[in-house]
T-cell receptor
Framework: DSGVTQTPKHLITATGQRVTLRCSPR?????VYWYQQSLDQGLQFLIQ???????AKGNILERFSAQQFPDLHSELNLSSLELGDSALYFC???????????FGPGTRLTVL | AQKITQTQPGMFVQEKEAVTLDCTYD???????LFWYKQPSSGEMIFLIY??????QNATEGRYSLNFQKARKSANLVISASQLGDSAMYFC??????????????FGQGTTLQVKP
């Protein structure tokens, strides 16, 4: 158990819908990262938050957005879903010593 | 641009033998970090080992060691005494240092390891 929690574990929805994925980092970790794992793209960095502020952006679509709340949990919002958004979405957190980056169990999103 | 290459899509190893999973990287940065993660069929990403670019010694964590050859830009994972539970996908990753406290990871395509009894 990495200490990073993600809910829900599985999500099945339809095209055009909007979903919210939730992540709670390890106790004391200020950074939260979101990654997407799909068969065709592999593991890709989406976005990072540090202590409530957006710190880095990767290949995140405009239909996707994220935020980190004062209690440091983070949410990834995916809207106008397409079939190609089906993937495993990971959240990871790291302490001020960023050579340790621990992943949550992931949310498997299926868009039908 | 930074890049991680894992050239072995799949590997087999006999139980109790050692196996090396290859990873090469490309970066123009002097300061970087290299990670290995294990992803079993259940899907979670398990952190295995970390090597910093300035670390003089190769990293070791139990049965895992990282063979770091900086001049060749390689960071191979060595698993000693393979166990059936080691069957999984293995990812090599590099941390890209950005401004401030950022550490996004760039991943290779992964190597599937199967341990035979």
């Amino acid at each position: 158990d990495s200490g990073v929690t993600q809910t829900p574990k599985h999500l099945i929805t339809a095209t055009g819908q909007r979903v919210t994925l939730r992540c709670s980092p390890r106790s004391g970790d200020l950074s939260v990262y979101w990654y997407q794992q799909s068969l065709d793209q592999g593991l890709q960095f989406l976005i990072q938050y540090y202590n409530g502020e957006e710190r880095a952006k990767g290949n995140i679509l405009e239909r996707f957005s994220a935020q980190q709340f004062p209690d440091l949990h983070s949410e990834l919002n995916l809207s106008s879903l397409e079939l190609g958004d089906s993937a495993l979405y990971f959240c990871a957190s790291s302490s001020p010593r960023p050579d340790e980056q621990f992943f949550g169990p992931g949310t498997r999103l299926t868009v039908l | 641009a930074q890049k991680i290459t894992q050239t072995q899509p799949g590997m087999f190893v006999q139980e109790k033998e050692a196996v090396t999973l290859d990873c090469t990287y490309d970066t123009s940065d002097q300061s970087y970090g290299l990670f290995w993660y294990k992803q079993p069929s259940s899907g979670e990403m398990i952190f295995l080992i970390y090597q910093g670019s300035y670390d003089e010694q190769n990293a070791t964590e139990g049965r895992y060691s990282l063979n770091f050859q900086k001049a060749r830009k390689s960071a191979n994972l060595v698993i000693s005494a393979s166990q059936l539970g080691d069957s999984a996908m293995y990812f090599c990753a590099m941390r890209e240092f950005l401004s401030g406290n950022t550490g996004k990871l760039i991943f290779g395509q992964g190597t599937t390891l199967q341990v035979k009894p």
